[in-house]
């Protein structure tokens, strides 16, 4: 058997995608504006824009701050129904014209397409992570991936300029085996590049839960018949549709582990703020257990409880701290807190990254550094597990420390010094551990702003050069990665 785009399936693979079931969900999604503009919407929703914010936002139409044009609108009833008790997550999906006032960024954070071998595939680290669709069930005004949800034209490395595409299961598993047999010949480590064995893969998007089963499923058991070690699963549909999670995925995947059982799954979540979780009375206060913990929503809870039971499966949240959302240390803390206790581990918190019209929604570096800290006052150790990362073009990297004293005789730390570290390349790993020093700037928002008061760059963050993208391709001959300067 053939799939649509021309990969032949092994028997096992057939046997398991037979199994499978596809759920039916109806997730009442708003797509645009227009409904709120024409009053189309349905009647309980129709106070959810102004009259006065929805004028505001008419008037931008087809003008360079349409917010639409920079991010289409969407959203799902259960997660309108949420929003309706909470102003962070109406900020989290209501178009606001704010957004547009500052357009500065990038349409590629990152540099991502330099990483791109074949179209679809992102190839960082020792992972790989798919674009399987561009849209979400809803849409995070905030959303690093504006460029692939609002189908925007990207300038690649060599001049040409496209809409980012879709993975296609062919290509991605014939560059996985190719990648994967070179490292192997090589005694471990890719001969052009450099680099280790893709053993994990992450299925992101747009969000691969607005897939059916059966999509999963084949993209599922392709990566594991191409050796795949881990498979993660990146999505806000708990958030925004948690019926999703129904029988029907969790048969699919009791199956994928059965078929497949040496493949390790691991759904990334995505929880900015406890709202989008937890129950609250009409006057906005959590709602309790008998024991004191906080209640969660039901279809949430049994859509994860369903997950987390499957004890072969890790879940762990990952969330950007963002102005107006979750920039609130008791938000935070809450939201760990109620995590860990259903059994999701709390990875990241990112500091936003440097996509058009970042100013509107990133918090301060330093500032995101401290409501972390502060949101982990009184959590215990194992529910405090989360690091603030900000993602450098390098890679990976952790907002460790920031001190408030002067440290006598250094130039630019007259105020203290933040301390990054870098966590992950997105070659390979040789800088691990290195850290960067620079001057405080409590006002900065990005690497950028820290330009004029670097103490001591071990690991080359304010030095560097864009990696030819011929290299990732296997097409070049060795690594063209810029060395690190010393401490000045
Ligand atoms: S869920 Fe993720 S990909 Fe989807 S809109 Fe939100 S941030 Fe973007």
């Known amino acids: 058997m053939v799939s649509s785009d021309g990969y032949e399936m092994t028997d096992r693979q057939r046997a398991f995608l037979d199994t499978i079931e596809n759920g039916r969900h109806e997730r009442e999604i708003i797509n645009g504006l227009r409904p709120f503009f024409d009053n189309s919407v349905p009647d309980d929703m129709k106070g959810f824009y102004s009259s006065q914010e929805l004028d505001i936002l008419k008037s931008l139409r087809g003008t360079d701050r349409d917010v639409e044009a920079r991010m289409p609108v969407k959203v799902t009833r259960h997660y309108y129904e949420l929003a309706r008790q909470s102003k962070s997550l109406q900020r989290l999906v209501k178009a606001s014209p704010d957004e547009t006032l500052n357009l500065v960024g990038s349409e590629d954070p990152g540099h991502q397409m330099d990483f791109s071998p074949v179209e679809g595939l992102l190839h960082k680290y020792e992972m790989g992570l798919l674009y399987t669709i561009s849209t979400c069930s809803s849409h995070c005004r905030f959303c690093y991936r504006e460029e692939l949800i609002a189908r925007k034209d990207i300038v690649r490395q060599d001049g040409t300029v496209a809409k980012k595409g879709l993975a296609k299961i062919k290509d991605v598993v014939g560059y996985i085996r190719s990648h994967n047999k070179q490292v192997q010949d090589n005694g471990g480590l890719h001969p052009t590049t450099g680099r280790r064995k893709l053993r994990e893969i992450l299925l992101s998007g747009g969000d691969a839960m607005m897939l059916s089963n059966q999509k999963i499923g084949e993209w599922l058991s392709a990566l594991a018949e191409a050796d795949v070690e881990a498979i993660r699963m990146g999505t806000k549909e708990m958030a925004f549709y948690p019926k999703r999670f129904d029988a029907s995925f969790l048969a699919m995947l009791d199956s994928f582990h ?194 004029d008061r670097i103490i001591c760059d071990e690991v080359g963050l304010f030095d560097y050069k864009r990696v030819d993208n011929k290299i990732i391709s296997g097409d070049g001959h060795s690594l063209n990665v810029v060395q690190p300067s010393d401490c000045r």
């Open 258 to 451: 059965l078929t497949y059982p040496d493949v390790n799954l691991r759904l990334m979540v995505h929880f900015n703020h406890p709202d989008e979780f937890l129950q609250k009375s009409p006057d906005g206060e959590y709602l309790t257990n008998p024991n004191g913990s906080l209640k969660w929503h039901e279809d949430t809870q049994r859509a994860m409880d369903g997950v987390v039971q499957r004890g072969w499966m890790h879940v762990e949240n990952q969330a950007p701290i963002i102005k107006g959302i979750n920039d609130d240390a008791d938000a935070l803390r809450i939201l760990q807190q109620s995590l860990y206790h259903r059994g999701i581990n709390n990875h990241y918190y990112f500091c936003g990254r440097d996509i058009v019209a970042y100013q509107a929604f990133n918090v301060p570096i330093e500032t995101a550094w401290s409501l972390l800290n502060e949101s982990q006052k009184g959590l215990s150790g194992v529910e405090a597990h989360a690091r603030l990362s900000i993602t450098h073009y390098k890679g990976k990297t952790e907002v460790v420390a920031v001190t408030n004293k002067p440290i006598p005789g250094v130039k630019h730390a007259e105020n203290g010094v933040l301390i990054f570290k870098n966590l992950r390349n997105a070659l390979d790993a040789p800088d691990r551990g290195k850290t960067c020093i620079v001057g405080r700037n409590p006002e900065a928002t990005w690497f950028n702003d820290y330009e």
